[in-house]
């Protein structure tokens, strides 16, 4: 596609339920990140794949937190047993060998 | 100490001033910088990336890196209140593998 997609782009979840954030990025770019941003505050970095391989997974809060990309380009972020504190935009952005990252609109996330 | 920092303003200049944001960052490893903008509600999309000390020339933009003193700026000549938006700096580097770690943001607004 033209652009990173990122679906749902709002969902409101009640404490306790499980949701699933999917990341669609352009087409051919290898590296796909995940960044989780509160309101007023910078994004903050959860994961990074390259393909299918997760690399880095060191910025998931909690071991509630769950990303894949089995075939290395969709990518799903999975969140069990949603709190009130993961309410946030999740941010998802792929990237090409020039080292930019295109984002996504983002999944706003709001835990009631 | 955030390994990113900036000010979170708002720093507010009147049309066609020159705006001035700064970023200082931690890691001394650090190697790539980016601006990246954000308009309320929207995804960061890059404005400009440094990575050799000195300036570097975009139209109305100019970035600023001095690696000895961890500092790197954005200025915007010109301004214009489309450019009211929050600035990010980015900085990627060795220490951080593919990560892009962010600054909290600085909220530009632009009087007309």
């Known amino acids: 596609g033209a652009g990173v997609s990122q679906s749902p782009r709002y969902k409101v979840a009640k404490r306790g339920q499980d949701v699933a954030l999917r990341c669609d990025p352009i087409?051919?770019?290898?590296?796909l990140f995940w960044y989780q941003q509160a309101l007023g505050q910078g994004p903050e970095f959860l994961t990074y794949f390259q393909n299918e391989a997760q690399l880095d997974k060191s910025g998931l809060p909690s071991d509630r937190f769950f990303a894949e990309r089995p075939e290395g380009s969709v990518s799903t972020l999975k969140i069990q047993r949603t709190q009130q504190e993961d309410s946030a935009v999740y941010l998802c952005?792929?990237?090409?060998?020039?080292?930019?990252?295109?984002f996504g609109e983002g999944s706003r996330l709001t835990v009631l | 100490q955030k390994e990113v920092e900036q000010n979170s303003g708002p720093l507010s200049v009147p049309e066609g001033a020159i705006a001035s944001l700064n970023c200082t960052y931690s890691?001394?490893?650090?190697?790539?910088f980016f601006w990246y903008r954000q308009y309320s509600g929207k995804s960061p999309e890059l404005i400009m990336f440094?990575?050799?000390?000195g300036d570097k020339e975009d139209g109305r933009f100019t970035a600023q890196l001095n690696k000895a003193s961890q500092y790197v700026s954005l200025l915007i000549r010109d301004s214009q209140p489309s450019d009211s938006a929050t600035y990010l700096c980015a900085v990627n580097g060795a220490n951080y593998g593919q990560n892009f770690v962010f600054g909290p943001g600085t909220r530009l607004s632009v009087l007309p």
């Open positions: 952005a792929s990237s090409s060998h020039t080292g930019e990252l295109f």
């Open positions: 440094i990575y050799s000390n």
């Open positions: 890691d001394r490893g650090s190697q790539s």
């Open positions: 087409s051919g770019h290898v590296s």
